[in-house]
């Protein structure tokens, strides 16, 4: 079992709906989690992070979190051809360096 | 320019070669980290530092090299490449412990052949 665990996709959502991202993690300790987008090409960029249980909101984005359940999602609402990305959800196991990385799911928002 | 810069954006190599892979920060951060991303896997952490002269291993650390002499500045190097180092490699960095705000640069496309 993958540490960090994400539906490859891709995610087809059309302009205006939101799109729902979701991630699993194996490990129990777990601390932070973060989501970036990664645009064809270029480099992750952080869009979300997320430390204790709940939702988290920032403008259209929204990351849940369930340490019981050892699962972590993002909601894009209102979403638009340019959230269309591949989004890695990252998970740090105890606080320091190892920050673990799902291979990511591509979204695209049809116009 | 401010921000986190590698060189080069593309390279190939041959079997064998040394090859370093540079990463250059204006930030001044104290944690600086080396991924590769390939299809499939994510991005894999090779080695990571938390200051000058303070590096350590990550997930995927065999057949690489780093070192960190000043605060600034975090090669890679290949020691000898091998095909299945073909990769895309990133550097990143963060001004604290757990990636709170990692940064990453623009990559570096490498090709061994």
């Known amino acids: 079992q993958k540490e960090v665990e994400q539906n490859s996709g891709p995610l087809s959502v059309p302009e205006g709906a939101i799109a729902s991202l979701n991630c699993t993690y194996s490990d129990r300790v777990s601390q932070s989690f973060f989501w970036y987008r990664q645009y064809s090409g270029k480099s992750p960029e952080l869009i979300m992070s997320i430390y204790s249980n709940g939702d988290k909101e920032d403008g259209r984005f929204t990351a849940q979190l369930n340490k019981a359940s050892q699962y972590v999602s993002l909601l894009i609402r209102d979403s638009q051809p340019s959230d269309s990305a591949t989004y890695l959800c990252a998970v740090n196991m105890t606080g320091g360096f190892k920050t673990i990385f799902g291979a990511g799911t591509r979204l695209f928002v049809k116009a | 320019d401010a921000g986190i810069t590698q060189s080069p954006r593309y390279k190939i190599t041959e079997t064998g070669r040394q090859v370093t892979l540079m990463c250059h920060q204006t930030?001044?951060?104290?944690?600086m980290f080396w991924y590769r991303q390939d299809l499939g896997h994510g991005l894999r952490l090779i080695y990571y530092s938390a200051a000058a002269d303070i590096t350590d291993k990550g997930e995927v650390p065999d057949g690489y090299v780093v070192s960190r002499s000043k605060t600034e500045n975090f090669p890679l190097t290949l020691e000898s490449a091998t095909r299945s180092q073909t990769s895309v490699y990133f550097c990143a960095s963060s001004p604290r412990q757990g990636h709170a705000e990692a940064f990453f640069g623009q990559g570096t496309r490498l090709t061994v052949v």
């Open positions: 930030w001044s951060h104290s944690y």
